[in-house]
Each structure stands twice: as structure tokens, then as C-alpha cells.
């Protein structure tokens, strides 16, 4: 059992190493940086649709007051 236990942690003790080397690696790094600014370049896309969207409905609702 304890042989067994053994193997488990340093199977274990190589896959973290293998993913800390995968995520730091270089050429990781652009995916990476991509992914980082996802949510900001979503921010910059919602506030643009929602700056037009209330130019529209001023147009459109401007009638519509009588």
C-alpha cells in the first residue's frame, strides 16, 4: 500500500510540474494575453452597441411623444 501511495504522489507531483511549465511557457503567452483582454475588449463591444442602440431609440421615440 504505501508502494502504491508513493507512485500516486509522484505521478501526482509530475503532472503539476508538467502544467506549471505548460502554462508559463512562452509560447503559451500570446494565448494567454489574448484571453486576458476577452473581457474587456466585450466591455468596449456593449458599451458601443449600447450607445447606439439609445441613438436609435431617441430617433424613433422622439415621434412617438404627442
Do not use: H, P
Not at 509530475?14 to 505548460?22: E, K, L, P, R, S
Not at 512562452?26 to 441613438?55: H, M, P, V, Y
Amino acid at each position: 500500500m504505501i508502494t502504491f501511495r508513493t507512485l500516486t504522489l509522484v505521478l501526482m507531483f509530475i503532472a503539476f510540474t508538467g502544467i506549471v511549465i505548460w502554462a508559463l511557457s512562452r509560447a503559451r503567452k500570446q494565448d494567454f494575453d489574448e484571453a486576458a483582454r476577452l473581457a474587456l475588449d466585450e466591455e468596449d463591444q456593449d458599451d458601443d452597441t449600447r450607445k447606439a442602440g439609445s441613438r436609435n431609440t431617441r430617433d424613433n421615440g422622439a415621434g412617438d411623444l404627442k
